[in-house]
């Protein structure tokens, strides 16, 4: 059963949201401040967390923090309960992780529309972009088998060489920054969209996304750690256009936000 955590220090908003998410069929846990709601993360490890920002003791910016320092929970989508929120805090949440905002007072429809949509992303994610950590070798046409650049963070990134695709990864280093569809791929080297996409994963093992992550990653990477551009500036230069899903996307490729990473490079 999918359990929801709610971090809200108001008791009457507290209890009506428990109520509402009890009533859908959700499991649900509780605290009432930061330290506990922590806590409660890190043993019940739920599906989704639900966080107030003002709080008496901490606010919710140190619990997400907190939350997307830990491997048990820093994969776990979280969204923000506030009364207002400036432009500039909106964009601090979304760097430290943060995926999505409510204001208070909510409707009961927008609360469980904004958990129900954050659920089916996670699903979504996991079923389509997670990578294989098990699979540590991949073939090429020639059928000599390389490391999948994937597997190794800190090894210059490179595309495996195949006489079938080279020109599709071509494609793909000179656009990465820019949005990407398949599609364009497949006009560029004169294959169908699906054609292509099997091709790409008999041969490599994994799909045509999951090579353009891994390249938008790399740049990522050095962007973090060479420079002192801010979060939403190095996301557009990886070609994303929304840092809060940058951000969610390079926390589940390396386990911890573009915050987190570029510190540990100090």
């Avoid at 401040?33 to 806590?39: C, F, R, V």
């Avoid at 060489?161 to 080279?166: D, E």
């Avoid at 990522?220 to 256009?241: D, S, V």
């Avoid at 926390?251 to 573009?258: D, E, I, L």
Wanted: aromatic residues 10%; proline residues 4%.
């Amino acid at each position: 059963m999918t359990k929801i955590l709610i971090i809200e220090d108001e008791a009457e908003t507290r209890n009506v949201f428990l109520k509402c998410l009890e009533f859908e069929g959700f499991k649900t846990c509780a605290a009432s401040n930061a330290l506990d709601g922590i806590e409660l993360a890190l043993n019940e490890q739920p599906n989704l967390i639900v966080c107030d920002i003002l709080m008496p003791d901490m606010d919710g910016y140190f619990v997400l923090s907190k939350i997307r320092r830990s491997p048990k929970t820093t994969a776990i989508p979280f969204i923000f309960l506030t009364a207002k929120v400036t432009m500039a805090e909106l964009r601090y949440g979304m760097q430290l992780g943060a995926d999505d905002y409510l204001t208070k007072p909510c409707t009961v429809e927008q609360f469980l529309g904004a958990i129900n949509v954050r659920l089916k992303r996670q699903q979504d994610t996991i079923e389509n972009h997670h990578l294989d950590s098990t699979k540590n070798k991949t073939v090429v046409s020639s059928g000599a088998e390389i490391d999948f650049p994937l597997t190794d963070i800190d090894r210059d990134f490179s595309f495996p060489y195949s006489s079938n695709l080279n020109r599709a990864f071509d494609f793909i280093e000179d656009h990465y920054h820019q949005p990407i569809k398949i599609k364009a791929i497949a006009e560029e080297v004169g294959y169908s969209t699906s054609y292509l996409s099997n091709l790409v994963q008999k041969e490599t093992g994994y799909t045509v996304k999951q090579w353009i992550i891994a390249r938008r990653m790399l740049q990522a990477r050095k962007l973090l750690k060479n420079t002192n551009k801010p979060i939403h500036k190095i996301a557009e230069l990886c070609g994303y256009h929304d840092a809060g899903y940058f951000t969610n996307q390079f926390r589940r490729f390396h386990g911890k936000t573009p915050l987190n990473w570029r510190s540990e490079q100090i």
